[in-house]
């Protein structure tokens, strides 16, 4: 699978308009076009950040449907949007356990790393991480994002609860050193969101 990623930042007190407007003309329009395989949302209502995930069948589907979604992104978001980035990633691995809930907990882990280490940094994830965030309660699923020419990763993990993420987040940065010496990639970035909506039908 392939995922487009928005993230966007803006005025805290303006993010709910952004999140309506993306469950409903968003969604529909997603809907309407050919492999789309679901779509997420996240939010930290604090700080005034969104990150919105679309999944699709193959490359050509999401580039497919970019110029769309280009056209609509920017009267959908407004007047929440300050900053808007668009990022386009191969889905290097999913892996679920349960449903996510809303209000459930995301955190993602954002790396470089040389194009070449590309497939090492999603199996270094998939036998070390993946075993380690099945024995956590209230894990949900997870997945790793690579971008293979600019040597650029996401790894997302979800949570039922905001209060199993949070109690994760010691042995995580453990782990997390660890994995990122044996993956041979750099952390350059560190998130925490509120789910709204994750739906991913990976078939």
């Known amino acids: 699978m392939y995922v487009r990623t928005v993230y966007v930042t803006g005025d805290p007190a303006r993010i709910e308009a952004a999140v309506r407007a993306l469950n409903s003309e968003g969604r529909s329009l997603l809907e309407e076009r050919p492999e789309y395989r679901g779509a997420c949302v996240f939010v930290d209502r604090e700080l005034g950040k969104l990150l919105a995930v679309s999944w699709w069948g193959s490359e050509e589907a999401r580039r497919n449907s970019d110029q769309v979604m280009r056209e609509r992104r920017g009267p959908m978001l407004e007047p929440f949007a300050g900053t808007v980035a668009v990022e386009n ?115």
């Not at 040597?151 to 039922?160: D, I």
């Open 89 to 203: 990633y191969e889905v290097a691995v999913f892996h679920s356990v349960q449903l996510p809930r809303v209000g459930g907990g995301l955190r993602i882990t954002r790396v470089e790393f040389d194009p070449v280490d590309a497939d090492l940094f999603a199996e270094t994830f998939r036998s070390s991480a993946i075993p380690r965030l099945e024995t956590l309660p209230g894990f949900a699923r997870c997945a790793v994002f690579v971008d293979r020419e600019r040597g650029r990763g996401m790894a997302g993990s979800l949570f039922v609860d905001r209060a199993s993420m949070a109690a994760s987040r010691a042995g995580q940065a453990a782990a997390r050193r660890q994995d990122a010496a044996k993956a041979q990639v750099t952390v350059v970035g560190l998130e925490e969101f509120e789910v709204l909506h994750a739906d991913v039908h990976p078939g």
